[in-house]
């Protein structure tokens, strides 16, 4: 799980008095609802999805994703595309 953030603002959350505390979730428990969410147009995800793929080039997908290629933070593959 250890990523580098080189402009993660560690020096604010000291001058703020800011508590970070992290964890793992059970998120297999709620995908069902978050699905839910997400068809219905309750979440956005426009926001974090910067790249889409057809699934036909997964291989340089998973290449961008890994290496954070152009910026990236999501890719959704698409089947059929």
């Known amino acids: 799980y250890a990523t580098p953030f ?10 703020k008095g800011i508590t970070l505390r992290g964890g793992q979730a059970p998120a297999h428990k709620h995908i ?5 969410h997400v068809a219905n147009g309750d979440v956005r995800l426009d926001d974090i999805i910067s790249h889409r ?6 291989p340089l997908g998973y290449d961008i994703f890994r ?7 999501k890719v959704v593959l698409t089947p059929g595309s």
Request: proline share 7%; hydrophobic share 35%.
């Open 32 to 36: 069902d609802k978050l699905m839910q």
């Open 67 to 73: 290496n954070k290629k152009d910026n990236c933070m």
């Open 6 to 15: 080189d402009n993660f603002p560690v020096g604010q959350f000291f001058d």
């Open 53 to 58: 793929l057809p699934l036909s080039q997964a």
